[in-house]
Nanobody, 123 residues
Framework: QVQLVESGGGLVQPGGSLRLSCAAS????????MGWYRQAPGKERELVAT???????TYADSVKGRFTISRDNAKNTLYLQMNSLKPEDTAVYYC?????????????????WGQGTQVTVSS
């Protein structure tokens, strides 16, 4: 009933920029915190940035000052502006949403993941 779809990944040279988007759709009642995670080959999935429904954002130390997370609540969409990209930023990027949704059986709260979008930083 709920789907998160990421877009905006691709191949970029070191020092370049990309903007990722994550659109949430379905019978969504409300969205609490949202976040971006990434997983590089052979490594565990790690937190990149989070943004609550209200309040301050958080970032991994490795991306502070280079990445900016934002959201458009009217569009149920999450963004990640990535600047000054480095080869070590290469990974599959996933969005996550803590949200309330409703079905024919009632309304529930759960975490949902997108399918991921590949970001490759290479010359």
């Amino acid at each position: 009933q709920v789907q998160l779809v990421e877009s905006g990944g691709g191949l970029v040279q070191p020092g370049g920029s990309l903007r990722l988007s994550c659109a949430a759709s379905g019978t969504i009642f409300s969205i609490n915190a949202m976040g971006w995670y990434r997983q590089a080959p052979g490594k565990e999935r790690e937190l990149v940035a989070t943004i609550p429904s209200g309040g301050s954002t958080t970032y991994a130390d490795s991306v502070k000052g280079r990445f900016t997370i934002s959201r458009d609540n009217a569009k149920n969409t999450l963004y990640l502006q990535m600047n000054s990209l480095k080869p070590e930023d290469t990974a599959v990027y996933y969005c996550n949403a803590d949200l309330r949704y409703c079905s024919g059986y009632g309304c529930y709260r759960d975490h949902f993941w997108g399918q991921g979008t590949q970001v490759t930083v290479s010359s």
